[in-house]
């Protein structure tokens, strides 16, 4: 069994996903740490390595270069220049489709033929990037997308109702950015209508504190980490554990030729089905214009 994964990319996101990895039970076998910066992830491998004894699952970890892609089932790129306090998500796409560009390239010149996962900001474009410079198959390219998103609403939401947010069936869905909203249509919890539990106010109160977390986090701990990390490893347990279990993950839209978040089956082939949620006329002139401001962006450096 060839479980293997490669990251790229030892900073904070890469990191916070490693260690995920490593408290968890999982069936990842081996983990190569690939950075700029080698020493750091020497450094990192050193520390993780030292976790081993204490982990619920044995993975075996060391640090190695793009050859070592080759034979790896995932590849997970959190390279990349992050927000810094009052940059957007989008103010990264310059500096960042220079770096996936190098990135993409290297990783395919060993012959990788397994499933991309992206984490770096601006999401959706770099899951875009992506695509188009791995040439892969469009399912095997999955970007993080709005899984975080969804994730820190489902906490609020928790918070807001008493009820665990493991049992709570709403998404975040659109760009992973400041267009992403929240289809409150669809949004039940324990069979009745969210809009029966909560106010509108407290609504909207809700989609913008999800929307501005990250925001407010990288301003008083200069990342987020934590909450992407364990994201990345239900991903890479949705792929290797062949779960058929749905995520707003960032994939290939056909109709619109862009990669966005909707909920998706995931798999081991990858993304199995985009799920197009049904929307009410409001909801539908957010997602039109979340689709604009990714393929707006995309113009910019195409």
């Known amino acids: ?27 990842v076998n081996e983990l190569v740490l690939i950075d700029i910066n080698k020493d750091k992830a020497i450094g990192e491998a050193m520390d993780l390595n030292h976790c081993q004894a204490y982990s619920p699952s ?29 940059e957007s998500r989008m ?25 991309f996962i992206v984490a770096t900001n601006p999401l959706d474009i770099m899951t875009y990037l992506t695509l188009k410079y791995s040439g892969l198959p469009k399912n095997r390219v999955i970007g993080s997308g709005t899984t975080l998103d969804t994730a820190r609403l489902r906490f609020i939401l928790s918070e807001k109702t008493g ?20 289809p409150w249509s669809n949004v039940n919890i324990a069979y009745k209508k969210i809009s029966d539990i909560l106010s509108d106010d407290e609504l909207v109160e809700i989609e913008n504190e999800v929307r501005n977390s990250a925001y407010e986090i990288i301003e008083r701990k200069g990342a ?11 991903i890479t347990n949705a792929i290797i554990e062949d779960k058929n279990i749905i ?7 056909e109709k619109n ?35 604009s401001v990714i393929k707006t962006a995309i113009e910019k450096i195409v």
Not at 60 to 83: E, L
Not at 104 to 112: E, L, N
Not at 247 to 253: E, R
Not at 258 to 277: L, Q, W
């Open 163 to 182: 009820v665990c947010p493991k049992n709570i069936e709403a998404y975040v869905i659109g760009e992973h950015g400041d267009s992403e909203f929240v």
């Open 257 to 291: 030729e862009i990669c966005i978040s909707t909920p998706a089956i995931v798999n081991k082939h990858g993304v199995k089905e985009k799920i197009f949620i049904p929307l009410n006329e409001k909801e539908t002139k957010l997602i039109i214009n979340s689709i």
């Open 58 to 86: 044995r993975i075996k970890i060391t640090v190695g270069d793009y050859d070592d892609c080759k034979n790896a089932k995932i590849v997970v790129i959190a390279a990349g220049a992050n927000s810094a306090p009052g």
């Open 91 to 115: 103010d990264l796409i310059y500096k960042n489709s220079k770096i996936f560009k190098t990135i993409v390239s290297d990783v395919m010149k060993s012959g990788f033929n397994g499933i």
């Open 224 to 234: 987020t980490a934590y909450g992407i990390g364990m994201c990345l490893v239900r």
């Open 1 to 27: 069994m060839n479980n293997k994964v490669v990251l790229i990319g030892c900073g904070n996101v890469g990191m916070a996903y490693a260690y995920a990895l490593v408290n968890q039970k999982v069936y």
């Open 247 to 253: 995520l707003p993950v960032s994939s290939w839209d």
